[in-house]
């Protein structure tokens, strides 16, 4: 097995079976032989998961082995696996639009199953505390539209390193002149370009604008809160009406804001230039706001507030991220329920966040003893509430799309193509590929 | 009988490791030609995906991103291959010569193409960079505006340009210096003693006796860039828009991201065709210019 990282923690096999069996729960007791295999990707929120796993091992008994992988090899590695009869991984993180995939391809088990065996289910797991933008954006399938929650959905994973969308800006900036956080959107773009003028040679707002991917990110980014959406419920591509051109212009003018060399930026890229002090706000995933106060990698670290997605039409900050999910080939799917229940449960929560983890459960975002050690906390569990599900469509043809779209957008940054002709190309060409996975089968 | 067996036996010798080759080289093509016939996602066995004829190869061609990516690929391979080539020869003639430090200086040359074609990348998008990058900070201390070498379409296309000349030049110079070096003496001498000027015995003596390993070197070179991919993927990763949208880029997007490697596979193969005719191309010309180089070795050697 080709590993970045292997982790192996066997603090379990090395307890005397006697002892074992006194202390720990009974339904760990009957996996007591069982090395769980788990697949992982090389992420801050996975490498806290890692810093847990042996209190996991400790409490019932069952050991496991981490594969940990930079994502996108992750991703191939668990293309591979997923087709065996016999699978290697017990538990599997996924990232979100996999979703589609796997759960098209009959590749995971629906976890009704195992919540509904009283022998694995914690009574006490409260599911209506998991946050419920990302449960339905990355735990369930078979709903509206296929990959939304809905009368014929079923649960198949549990976010786990799930990530919304939030505002960081440099408060002694705003202070200097007077400057107010925005809240809307107008008043978002009228900072983006205003901060230059005031800040000479600072950059508005630190966006993506990457061409594919991230330009296509940055753009979904601003649709939702405008209004727009990439398809209506009949599968018609809507991303060039009103909305889709609104949020176009919206990342035209901060991109245009921003500094020489902004239309290569990737999250990296943006995130790098805000903690070097390049730029006034930084409008992406909460994930970035813990290296923005390590001092050793930024130098506004103090410096930076934190307010919700502003708000457009409507309020809707992002969901994505990763999530867990037991492979169909799973040798132990059982055992690895009980992980993934110990992991997502308030108190694993609560220890991954406290590792630097993002939360999956309100209740860990109102915890005080994660406030007071990452202030911020308040701020982006009230961010979830907005968390939009249905901001992307997660759909097996998602990725042809978003390439399209990403392409496009970043020929309307780099070569002043015009935004209506480049979105109505993507729209077109949108409808082919939809119409040829029969999206349009029953019209 | 016995000399019926005895022909044979060289051959009964060397047939299971020629067997082996064939099946290691050809099997994978093979596969991928079969491959090219399906509609095959990552999450299907292969015997699981739609049989669907040549409606990979004919789609392709409807596809304005897979007919831009080649465009860019030819225009990519004709500059890199036609600069090097000038560079690289040019280099060689300037530097063979027997002077103090040569031999340091050559080593120096060849250094780039011994670097990983990441690393090349990644070297190549900070000297680009806009902030800290090596070039823009020059420009503003001259007092000029930045260059936008990698957030602007055509400056990202000759930047990567710039970048795989850098790498690849060498390749040229040291087959063209040995090469340069090979050649027999008695036809530059007998150039000398006709009274060829240095620019006469380059264009007539020189460059005609090494135009076999020019063409072999011209045709590794454009077959490799062709293929290019690493640099490109870490320098601008196919962006702004499709300016640097290289076919192998394009073909890697396709099976892993869009999950078509049915798609992929009939585009590997049009690459493979493209590579193909140009081989067999310049292999057929190379025939003819061994031939002919021969008749002027032999014709120099006898005037000797």
């Given at each position: 097995?080709?590993?970045?990282?292997?982790?192996?923690?066997?603090?379990?096999?090395?307890?005397?079976?006697?002892?074992?069996?006194?202390?720990?729960?009974?339904?760990?007791?009957?996996?007591?032989?069982?090395?769980?295999?788990?697949?992982?990707?090389?992420?801050?929120?996975?490498?806290?998961?890692?810093?847990?796993?042996?209190?996991?091992?400790?409490?019932?008994?069952?050991?496991?082995?981490?594969?940990?992988?930079?994502?996108?090899?992750?991703?191939?590695?668990?293309?591979?696996?997923?087709?065996?009869?016999?699978?290697?991984?017990?538990?599997?993180?996924?990232?979100?639009?996999?979703?589609?995939?796997?759960?098209?391809?009959?590749?995971?088990?629906?976890?009704?199953?195992?919540?509904?065996?009283?022998?694995?289910?914690?009574?006490?797991?409260?599911?209506?505390?998991?946050?419920?933008?990302?449960?339905?954006?990355?735990?369930?399938?078979?709903?509206?539209?296929?990959?939304?929650?809905?009368?014929?959905?079923?649960?198949?994973?549990?976010?786990?390193?799930?990530?919304?969308?939030?505002?960081?800006?440099?408060?002694?900036?705003?202070?200097?002149?007077?400057?107010?956080?925005?809240?809307?959107?107008?008043?978002?773009?009228?900072?983006?370009?205003?901060?230059?003028?005031?800040?000479?040679?600072?950059?508005?707002?630190?966006?993506?604008?990457?061409?594919?991917?991230?330009?296509s990110h940055a753009f979904l980014l601003h649709l939702n809160p405008l209004g727009g959406a990439i398809f209506d419920e009949a599968w018609e591509p809507t991303m060039n009406n009103a909305e889709g051109v609104a949020a176009a212009e919206a990342l035209k003018t901060i991109v245009?804001?921003?500094?020489?060399?902004?239309?290569?930026?990737?999250?990296?890229?943006?995130?790098?230039?805000?903690?070097?002090?390049?730029?006034?706000?930084?409008?992406?995933?909460?994930?970035?706001?813990?290296?923005?106060?390590?001092?050793?990698?930024?130098?506004?670290?103090?410096?930076?507030?934190?307010?919700?997605?502003?708000?457009?039409?409507?309020?809707?900050?992002?969901?994505?991220?990763f999530g867990l999910a037991i492979p169909r080939n799973s040798p132990n799917p059982e055992a690895a329920f009980l992980l993934m229940q110990w992991l997502t449960s308030k108190e694993g929560d609560l220890a991954v966040a406290m590792e630097g983890g993002n939360p999956s459960r309100?209740?860990?975002?109102?915890?005080?003893?994660?406030?007071?050690?990452?202030?911020?906390?308040?701020?982006?569990?009230?961010?979830?509430?907005?968390?939009?599900?249905?901001?992307?469509?997660?759909?097996?043809?998602?990725?042809?799309?978003?390439?399209?779209?990403?392409?496009?957008?970043?020929?309307?940054?780099?070569?002043?193509?015009?935004?209506?002709?480049?979105?109505?190309?993507?729209?077109?060409?949108?409808?082919?590929?939809?119409?040829?996975?029969?999206?349009?089968?029953?019209? | 009988?016995?000399?019926?067996?005895?022909?044979?036996?060289?051959?009964?010798?060397?047939?299971?490791?020629?067997?082996?080759?064939?099946?290691?080289?050809?099997?994978?093509?093979?596969?991928?030609?079969?491959?090219?016939?399906?509609?095959?996602?990552?999450?299907?066995?292969?015997?699981?995906?739609?049989?669907?004829?040549?409606?990979?190869?004919?789609?392709?061609?409807?596809?304005?991103?897979?007919?831009?990516?080649?465009?860019?690929?030819?225009?990519?391979?004709?500059?890199?291959?036609?600069?090097?080539?000038?560079?690289?020869?040019?280099?060689?003639?300037?530097?063979?010569?027997?002077?103090?430090?040569?031999?340091?200086?050559?080593?120096?040359?060849?250094?780039?193409?011994?670097?990983?074609?990441?690393?090349?990348?990644?070297?190549?998008?900070?000297?680009?960079?806009?902030?800290?990058?090596?070039?823009?900070?020059?420009?503003?201390?001259?007092?000029?505006?930045?260059?936008?070498?990698?957030?602007?379409?055509?400056?990202?296309?000759?930047?990567?340009?710039?970048?795989?000349?850098?790498?690849?030049?060498?390749?040229?110079?040291?087959?063209?210096?040995?090469?340069?070096?090979?050649?027999?003496?008695?036809?530059?001498?007998?150039?000398?003693?006709?009274?060829?000027?240095?620019?006469?015995?380059?264009?007539?003596?020189?460059?005609?006796?090494?135009?076999?390993?020019?063409?072999?070197?011209?045709?590794?070179?454009?077959?490799?860039?062709?293929?290019?991919?690493?640099?490109?993927?870490?320098?601008?990763?196919?962006?702004?828009?499709?300016?640097?949208?290289?076919?192998?880029?394009?073909?890697?997007?396709?099976?892993?991201?869009?999950?078509?490697?049915?798609?992929?596979?009939?585009?590997?193969?049009?690459?493979?065709?493209?590579?193909?005719?140009?081989?067999?191309?310049?292999?057929?010309?190379?025939?003819?210019?061994?031939?002919?180089?021969?008749?002027?070795?032999?014709?120099?050697?006898?005037?000797?």
């Amino acid at each position: 097995m080709t590993t970045m990282k292997t982790t192996m923690l066997v603090t379990a096999l090395t307890l005397p079976a006697a002892a074992i069996a006194q202390d720990v729960p009974a339904p760990y007791l009957p996996y007591q032989d069982v090395t769980l295999v788990v697949n992982f990707p090389a992420h801050p929120h996975y490498d806290a998961a890692i810093e847990v796993l042996d209190q996991f091992t400790e409490e019932t008994g069952i050991a496991v082995e981490v594969d940990q992988l930079e994502y996108l090899r992750m991703r191939e590695r668990q293309t591979l696996e997923l087709t065996q009869d016999e699978g290697d991984y017990d538990l599997i993180a996924y990232v979100v639009f996999s979703k589609a995939d796997y759960v098209y391809a009959d590749q995971l088990h629906n976890l009704a199953r195992f919540f509904m065996n009283p022998a694995l289910a914690d009574p006490d797991y409260d599911a209506a505390d998991l946050i419920d933008g990302y449960v339905q954006n990355i735990g369930v399938a078979g709903g509206d539209q296929g990959y939304l929650p809905g009368p014929t959905g079923s649960l198949f994973g549990i976010p786990f390193g799930s990530e919304t969308s939030v505002l960081g800006y440099r408060t002694d900036i705003f202070e200097k002149h007077g400057l107010d956080v925005p809240e809307t959107y107008d008043e978002l773009l009228e900072l983006a370009c205003l901060i230059p003028e005031l800040e000479p040679g600072m950059g508005g707002l630190a966006s993506r604008a990457a061409s594919g991917h991230q330009a296509s990110h940055a753009f979904l980014l601003h649709l939702n809160p405008l209004g727009g959406a990439i398809f209506d419920e009949a599968w018609e591509p809507t991303m060039n009406n009103a909305e889709g051109v609104a949020a176009a212009e919206a990342l035209k003018t901060i991109v245009d804001c921003g500094i020489d060399g902004s239309t290569t930026f990737g999250p990296s890229e943006a995130a790098a230039a805000f903690a070097q002090g390049q730029y006034g706000m930084f409008l992406d995933s909460i994930a970035f706001a813990a290296g923005f106060e390590d001092e050793t990698q930024s130098t506004v670290a103090g410096d930076v507030g934190w307010a919700l997605h502003p708000m457009g039409v409507e309020r809707a900050s992002q969901t994505g991220g990763f999530g867990l999910a037991i492979p169909r080939n799973s040798p132990n799917p059982e055992a690895a329920f009980l992980l993934m229940q110990w992991l997502t449960s308030k108190e694993g929560d609560l220890a991954v966040a406290m590792e630097g983890g993002n939360p999956s459960r309100f209740s860990t975002y109102q915890n005080e003893e994660l406030n007071a050690l990452y202030p911020y906390s308040a701020t982006f569990g009230e961010a979830l509430e907005y968390a939009a599900p249905d901001w992307r469509p997660i759909i097996p043809t998602w990725g042809e799309i978003n390439a399209d779209l990403g392409t496009t957008l970043s020929q309307i940054l780099t070569e002043d193509l015009d935004i209506q002709e480049g979105l109505d190309g993507v729209a077109e060409r949108t409808r082919a590929t939809m119409e040829e996975a029969g999206y349009y089968t029953w019209q | 009988m016995i000399q019926a067996a005895n022909r044979l036996t060289p051959y009964l010798f060397l047939a299971p490791a020629a067997l082996v080759m064939i099946v290691a080289l050809l099997y994978p093509i093979l596969y991928m030609v079969y491959a090219s016939f399906l509609d095959w996602n990552p999450s299907q066995r292969i015997g699981e995906a739609d049989w669907v004829g040549i409606r990979n190869y004919v789609n392709l061609w409807s596809d304005p991103f897979f007919r831009e990516s080649m465009w860019v690929t030819l225009r990519f391979a004709a500059v890199v291959v036609t600069l090097e080539m000038l560079l690289g020869v040019g280099l060689a003639m300037l530097l063979d010569r027997r002077l103090r430090g040569m031999a340091v200086l050559r080593t120096i040359f060849i250094l780039p193409m011994m670097i990983a074609p990441i690393v090349v990348g990644l070297i190549w998008k900070y000297m680009y960079h806009p902030q800290v990058g090596i070039f823009n900070r020059w420009l503003k201390s001259w007092g000029f505006d930045t260059a936008p070498f990698l957030s602007d379409g055509t400056w990202a296309f000759w930047s990567v340009v710039v970048a795989d000349i850098w790498q690849w030049t060498p390749f040229i110079f040291i087959l063209s210096l040995a090469a340069l070096q090979s050649l027999p003496q008695s036809a530059l001498e007998a150039a000398k003693v006709d009274g060829a000027t240095g620019w006469q015995t380059v264009l007539h003596i020189k460059l005609p006796l090494m135009l076999p390993v020019l063409i072999v070197t011209c045709l590794l070179r454009l077959i490799d860039s062709f293929k290019v991919l690493e640099v490109i993927l870490v320098m601008t990763n196919g962006g702004p828009g499709l300016s640097t949208e290289i076919l192998s880029l394009r073909i890697s997007r396709t099976a892993s991201e869009f999950r078509e490697l049915g798609e992929a596979a009939a585009m590997s193969n049009y690459l493979l065709i493209i590579l193909t005719i140009l081989t067999l191309t310049m292999y057929l010309y190379s025939k003819a210019q061994e031939i002919r180089s021969a008749r002027l070795r032999i014709a120099a050697e006898g005037e000797s």
